[in-house]
């Protein structure tokens, strides 16, 4: 199970790391292809990254409605295999270390409430290269159900010992906002993982940015900002 030490702070962030902090979806939308068409299954690649950031079970059942539980488990352990051959494309976004170095230093704990494979997780999580910036982080062994559902939010939280009022959640997909509102988190989120900024806003999301960049440069003014002020008066570094 994945790990992370409990923090003492009061208030903190959310961070989706998939298509948030790490230039993955696409690379997880051409593996889900891959796998699909071992089976047979001739989904197009767009209809794919649609469904990006909901857990595999649920992006399998939306594509493929009925899909037997048998080919449901040989769809998930070829797209694991086949995203693994891209770990050494992944890059982490631009500043996506620099703004969880900026949240940590504005006094907010800093949660990875992923739903990745754990040895996904733990390469992203190498990639970022952020040490004590973050103070807990969640894989899908962590939860019973995934997105949209919140589980892996709550998990996240529990790590933390947070609860939804004391924290933002910063995703990309439509189902990480949806996650956020289903138990009252407000969300921020970024474009980068290819959704555009209408569909995020129809589905909830509080503010939008186009990548961790922008929204660095925007932290004082942002719901993070904000936050982090009712926490410390320290400010981010560089502001």
């Not at 539980?69 to 070829?78: F, G, Y």
């Not at 969300?187 to 909830?204: F, K, V, Y």
């Not at 940015?209 to 932290?219: Q, S």
């Amino acid at each position: 199970m994945a790990t992370g030490s409990k923090s003492v702070k009061k208030r903190g962030v959310l961070f989706d790391v998939d298509g948030t902090l790490i230039d993955s979806s696409y690379f997880h939308a051409l593996a889900w292809w891959q796998a699909f068409r071992r089976e047979g299954l001739d989904i197009q690649v767009s209809a794919i990254h649609r469904c990006v950031g909901m857990g595999g079970d649920k992006l399998i059942e939306h594509l493929v409605p009925g899909c037997a539980e048998d080919v449901q488990e040989d769809l998930k352990s070829a797209h694991g295999a086949v995203f693994s051959t891209f770990w050494p494309s992944l890059r982490p976004f631009d500043a996506a270390r620099d703004l969880l170095a900026a949240c940590s230093g504005a006094g907010l704990a800093v949660g990875l409430a992923s739903s990745a494979q754990a040895r996904d997780l733990d390469v992203s999580r190498r990639l970022l290269d952020a040490g004590t910036s973050i103070d807990a982080w969640t894989s899908s062994n962590d939860a019973e159900e995934s997105k949209p559902a919140p589980d892996i939010l709550l998990a996240c939280l529990e790590k933390l010992d947070l609860s939804p009022e004391d924290v933002v959640f910063v995703g990309d997909a439509v189902w990480d906002v949806k996650a956020a509102a289903a138990i009252g988190v407000p969300a921020i989120a970024l474009t980068c993982g290819g959704i555009s900024e209408a569909e995020l806003r129809e589905a909830g999301a509080a503010e939008v940015y186009e990548n961790p960049r922008h929204l660095l440069e925007n932290f004082p003014d942002s719901a993070l900002g904000k936050l982090s002020s009712r926490e410390s008066a320290v400010r981010p570094p560089g502001f």
